[in-house]
């Protein structure tokens, strides 16, 4: 018999699963559930990039494309940056299309961090990024969002975690689960404590087009930003393409030379006929998005005002399709609320602690559902809330 | 505006007051606003939105295109008109291309739908011919997917 325990790393047997996880075998178990625990769009794709993608196909495009990506797309997704942040990048070397934002995450921390790095963790935030400074050897150093700030990095929080060991901020906006955003003053703020440093900053803008209050802004657009900055975006979220697997990411290219080369020996090439569709959509589906974009808007009004009405203390956020009410007033905790919450009335939602330690007390909302489905769940949650009174 | 149409297009029996939060106006705002679109003649009125298959099985709609010779006066309105009178009709359109008229009917049975044309509309002087055609089976009404197997594929949970 083999024995495992002798040859698995032990960095991998020692990493956590996701919070997430035990929250989703506890959901799977009971029948009829209406969740609001999803963390991608309930839109399709819009018909005119899966026609792209058909397309593709029917010419015949089924082979690697170059190792960084298409460079129709790569040209397309430059323009992208110079229309939504206004900076510009060059298609041949600071630009990387990825298998999801995903991997644009793991191939840039795996770029900066060594043994022993401190890397600036901004939490409640997306699952992934702790696991792969661990797997790096990084330190993992969290800093806490507080409700009372919106979720927002203030500088004096990132100052007082800054040591001579950290080399790597994750700037997580706009955020998941909280569905905070920074805006420029925000970050001007924070490029403030940088700017002097020798600290990269990854900068995660997955949610970008969901902004709801004027525009987004990027770290990247602040003066003296861009060379010290990775942006990651993908199409996941703002096109409603998660199967696709497609993201992509920009920096300065004696940083992007080095990620590339993580992505070529991993990856080779992201998937070529989600590239040929993502050409389409830069090109041709700004309506597309404003559209979703203006239905998650009026689902985010209403959920955030049923929530309040309901009692339970929820900030209005500005991005991502998240709300994070705080159910303190409950006096239960994160984990205990949703495990009630689902097994009296059937409706999933996560506990804020899946995000990190300073989710206790909230617990993450999806909306992107339906307004019905929203009505429906937000029905059994007021006569929740009035059972355990 | 739009974004109110849309709404109500979806669910019209969303009250004021939810229209209010969706849209981020006040409450007087939206009722103002509903106000203006009937006075305007855009909201005609607010119906429910039925699938007559589920009450009643053999329940039949068909949409008939007619020829039909224009009146020297009035063109196809009178006609039109004329046939919008009938309960069965349900809709009724005046239409560019190879036949003028097209007129959506429902009726208990083919029986019923094909009486219904062959002896009040084909009546009609003007009307130089019928072409009659039966629903099989609906997918999508008012921008409203009915019978189809939209089940959310997504998991119940993910980050
Ligand atoms: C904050 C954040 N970043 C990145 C991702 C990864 O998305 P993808 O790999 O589909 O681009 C997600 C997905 O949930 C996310 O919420």
């Given amino acids: 018999m083999i024995d495992y325990d002798k040859v698995l790393s032990k960095t991998a047997v020692e990493m956590k699963p996701s919070g997430i996880r035990k929250f989703f075998d506890i959901a799977q178990t009971i029948e009829g559930v209406i969740s609001l625990g999803v963390g991608e769009p309930d839109f399709k794709t819009p018909w005119k990039i899966r026609q792209a993608a058909i397309d593709s196909l029917e010419k015949g495009k089924t082979v690697y494309t170059a190792n960084a990506g298409l460079i129709e797309l790569r040209k397309e997704i430059s323009k992208y940056f110079e229309r939504t942040i206004n900076i510009k990048y060059a298609p041949e070397e600071e630009i990387v299309v990825t298998v999801g934002g995903s991997e644009a995450i793991d191939i840039s921390i795996r770029t900066i961090v060594e043994p022993g790095d401190e890397v600036l963790i901004v939490e409640p935030c997306f699952v992934c990024y702790s696991p792969i400074v661990s797997l790096s050897g990084g330190v993992p150093v969290v800093i806490e969002t507080k409700a009372e700030n919106e979720f927002r990095l203030m500088p004096e929080e990132l100052k007082a975690k800054i040591t001579d060991k950290t080399k790597l901020l994750i700037l997580p906006y706009p955020n998941n689960p909280t569905g905070a955003i920074m805006e420029r003053e925000n970050l001007e703020a924070i490029a403030e404590v940088l700017r002097d440093t020798n600290i990269m900053v990854i900068s995660d803008e997955i949610y970008s087009e969901l902004t709801y209050s004027g525009e987004h802004c990027s770290i990247a657009e602040i003066d003296g930003m861009k060379e010290r900055t990775i942006v990651i975006n993908g199409f996941s979220k703002s096109f409603a393409m998660t199967g696709w697997r497609l993201g992509f990411m920009a920096g300065p290219k004696d940083v992007i030379k080095h990620c590339l080369k993580l992505h070529q020996y991993a990856i080779m090439s992201s998937p070529t006929t989600s590239q040929y569709a993502a050409v389409v959509a830069l090109q041709s589906c700004e309506k597309d998005i404003e559209k979703m974009r203006n239905e998650y808007n009026m689902r985010r009004r209403y959920i955030v005002d049923a929530f309040n009405k309901l009692g339970l203390d929820c900030f209005a956020p500005q991005g991502a399709f998240y709300v994070f009410p705080c159910i303190k007033s409950t006096g239960m905790t994160s984990d205990d609320f949703c495990e009630k919450l689902i097994f009296s009335k059937k409706v999933a939602v996560v506990p804020g602690t899946a995000f990190g330690k300073s989710g206790e007390g909230f617990v993450r909302v999806s909306y992107a559902y339906s307004i019905n489905h929203l009505q429906e769940a937000v029905k059994r949650i007021a006569e929740f809330l009035e059972e355990i009174k | ?159």
């Fill in chain 2, 1 to 159: 505006m739009n974004s109110l149409i849309k709404l109500l297009k979806t669910n019209a029996r969303l009250t004021n007051a939810e229209l209010a939060v969706m849209l981020g106006k006040t409450e007087q705002e939206v009722a103002e606003d509903i106000k203006k679109l009937e006075c305007d003649g855009v909201i005609k009125g607010y119906s429910a939105i039925i699938d007559e298959s589920a009450i009643d099985t053999n329940s039949v709609y068909a949409f008939i295109e007619l020829k039909v010779t224009p009146q020297s006066q009035s063109g196809f309105d009178e006609i039109a008109n004329e046939i919008s009178q009938y309960e069965q009709v349900e809709s009724v359109k005046l239409m560019s291309g190879a036949y003028d008229i097209s007129v959506a009917v429902t009726g208990g049975n083919i029986r019923d739908v094909s009486q219904f044309v062959s002896q009040k509309l084909a009546a009609i002087d003007a009307v130089q011919s019928t072409a009659t055609h039966f629903v099989l089976k609906s997918y999508k009404d008012n921008g409203i997917i009915i019978n189809g197997d939209e089940t959310d594929e997504r998991g119940m949970i993910s980050p």
